[in-house]
T-cell receptor, first 115, second 114 residues
Framework: AQSVTQPDIHITVSEGASLELRCNYS??????LFWYVQSPGQGLQLLLK??????LVQGIKGFEAEFKRSQSSFNLRKPSVHWSDAAEYFC?????????????FGRGTSLIVHP | DTGVSQDPRHKITKRGQNVTFRCDPI?????LYWYRQTLGQGPEFLTY????????KSRLLSDRFSAERPKGSFSTLEIQRTEQGDSAMYLC????????????FGSGTRLTVV
């Protein structure tokens, strides 16, 4: 069974600073990988996804993530954080099986942005 | 299309009562998923449908929980004899499995059992 670890419960950055949120997964084969963002009281919005191909994935809102098979990681990055990026971020892994998968989510990382 | 809709947004109920939530997926999405999210945790998978067929259920889905998708469009999730431990956000998501894409989530139903 697949699993996801997000080692940081909270991350605090200053507005304009760079950001990296860590995600490590456990799965025996090539996984499908996702990052979602959740604002308070809201559902989850897909930021980006990796299915195959280029290991550097571009997403919405200026986010990117890099799949590193050797490290079983899929870290999320943004070069310059805006106050509106403050939210909960979830990494998810799905077992790839003919286009069908059920993602397993990490517990999330709460991003706090200081002005 | 306005995305995945969930109703109600909030529900407060007394312990022991039954509650029912509704999810309207994106119209061309044939797969529909239910997740539960408790405070400080990520979403946990409950069950999913392909069209009207319920294909998988998590061990989290006790006998008090039942889900339906009778016409392959909207879905309902019913919890019978609610317990305080059922308090959570219930999220619905949908996708089209003919397109290699991520899930689209609704805004969720926040259940509070008092």
């Amino acid at each position: 069974a697949q699993s996801v670890t997000q080692p940081d419960i909270h991350i605090t950055v200053s507005e304009g600073a760079s950001l990296e949120l860590r995600c490590n997964y456990s799965y025996g084969a090539t996984p499908y990988l996702f990052w979602y963002v959740q604002s308070p009281g809201q559902g989850l919005q897909l930021l980006l996804k990796y299915f195959s191909g280029d290991t550097l994935v571009q997403g919405i809102k200026g986010f990117e993530a890099e799949f590193k098979r050797s490290q079983s990681s899929f870290n999320l990055r943004k070069p310059s954080v805006h106050w509106s990026d403050a939210a909960e971020y979830f990494c998810a892994v799905g077992a790839a099986s003919g286009g069908s998968y059920i993602p397993t989510f990490g517990r999330g990382t709460s991003l706090i942005v200081h002005p | 299309d306005t995305g995945v809709s969930q109703d109600p947004r909030h529900k407060i109920t007394k312990r022991g009562q039954n509650v029912t939530f509704r999810c309207d997926p994106i119209s061309e999405h044939n797969r529909l998923y239910w997740y539960r999210q408790t405070l400080g945790q990520g979403p946990e998978f409950l069950t999913y449908f392909q069209n009207e067929a319920q294909l998988e259920k998590s061990r989290l889905l006790s006998d008090r929980f039942s889900a339906e998708r009778p016409k392959g469009s909207f879905s309902t999730l019913e919890i019978q004899r609610t317990e305080q431990g059922d308090s959570a956000m219930y999220l619905c998501a949908s996708r089209n499995d003919r397109v290699n894409d991520g899930y689209t989530f609704g805004s969720g139903t926040r259940l509070t059992v008092v």
